[in-house]
């Protein structure tokens, strides 16, 4: 299934839908409020969910051939923004008060690191694995060393909340979109801004990459 395009929404699932036609394939559903973010694994076998819950059960891990529960993980935070698989899927990432880490196979917390204050609205892993990007309530973007848990870098430029940022395929720039309306590009190796895209006329909620990086 790795043609099919995994889309959440507010009615406590989400959805797989088939690219090509258009078809639903199968909905995922077990959350008991919107699910906010949803990231499939490396090798397309299984997709994780992150929701807003009432009780420690914001983060689910799902088989995508069968549609089968396999796993919750026990977030206390019951708020979770944004989820990423590591590029070996491993582990993921979950972005909610905190940037915290789980061990797919076990279930298993394993870091979670606190710098932001308030809430992480977005997480992206390096290319290699080895770096984890966060944007949050508090204007900034941060830079973390997923091995050591040490705070690498902190991105500053942003008038309003980061509500999403992602890394390039080359692992050399990270952009973010912002509620201030703006899209920045930032250097990795530097920490400094080196593009602002004005335009939008609201909110920018996400941003990506194209896959060969020359366009956002």
Same mark, same amino acid.
Request: hydrophobic share 35%; aromatic share 10%; net charge neutral.
């Given at each position: 299934?790795?043609?099919?395009?995994?889309?959440?929404?507010?009615?406590?699932?989400?959805?797989?839908?088939?690219?090509?036609?258009?078809?639903?394939?199968?909905?995922?559903? $077990?959350? %008991?409020? =919107?699910? *906010? @973010?949803?990231?499939?694994? #490396? /090798?397309?076998?299984?997709? &994780? !969910? +992150?929701?807003?819950?009432?009780?420690?059960?914001?983060?689910?891990?799902?088989?995508?051939?069968?549609?089968?529960?396999?796993?919750?993980?026990?977030?206390?935070?019951?708020?979770?923004?944004?989820?990423?698989?590591?590029?070996?899927?491993?582990?993921?990432?979950?972005?909610?008060?905190?940037?915290?880490?789980?061990?797919?196979?076990?279930?298993?917390?394993?870091?979670?690191?606190? $710098?932001? %204050?308030? =809430?992480? *609205? @977005?997480?992206?892993?390096? #290319? /290699?694995?080895?770096?984890? &990007? !966060? +944007?949050?309530?508090?204007?900034?973007?941060?830079?973390?060393?997923?091995?050591?848990?040490?705070?690498?870098?902190?991105?500053?430029?942003?008038?309003?909340?980061?509500?999403?940022?992602?890394?390039?395929?080359?692992?050399q720039t990270v952009v973010s979109g912002s509620s201030d309306k703006k899209v920045k590009l930032w250097s990795v190796r530097t920490g400094q801004l080196l593009k602002t895209f004005d335009g939008h006329s609201y909110p920018v909620n996400?941003?990506?990459?194209?896959?060969?990086?020359?366009?956002?």
């Open positions: 299934l790795r043609d099919a395009l995994a889309i959440g929404d507010l009615f406590y699932r989400f959805k797989l839908w088939e690219v090509g036609s258009g078809h639903l394939l199968r909905t995922f559903e $077990g959350h %008991s409020d =919107g699910v *906010r @973010s949803v990231a499939y694994a #490396p /090798d397309g076998q299984t997709v &994780v !969910s +992150g929701s807003v819950e009432t009780v420690n059960e914001t983060v689910k891990l799902w088989s995508v051939r069968t549609g089968r529960l396999l796993k919750t993980f026990d977030d206390p935070s019951r708020s979770v923004n944004s989820v990423a698989y590591a590029p070996d899927g491993q582990t993921v990432v979950l972005g909610d008060e905190t940037v915290k880490f789980w061990d797919v196979r076990t279930g298993r917390l394993l870091k979670t690191f606190d $710098g932001h %204050s308030p =809430g992480v *609205r @977005s997480v992206a892993y390096a #290319p /290699d694995g080895q770096t984890v &990007v !966060s +944007g949050s309530n508090d204007k900034t973007v941060k830079l973390w060393s997923v091995g050591t848990g040490r705070l690498l870098k902190t991105f500053e430029g942003h008038s309003a909340q980061v509500t999403s940022v992602a890394y390039a395929p080359d692992g996400s941003v990506a990459y194209a896959p060969d990086g020359q366009t956002v």
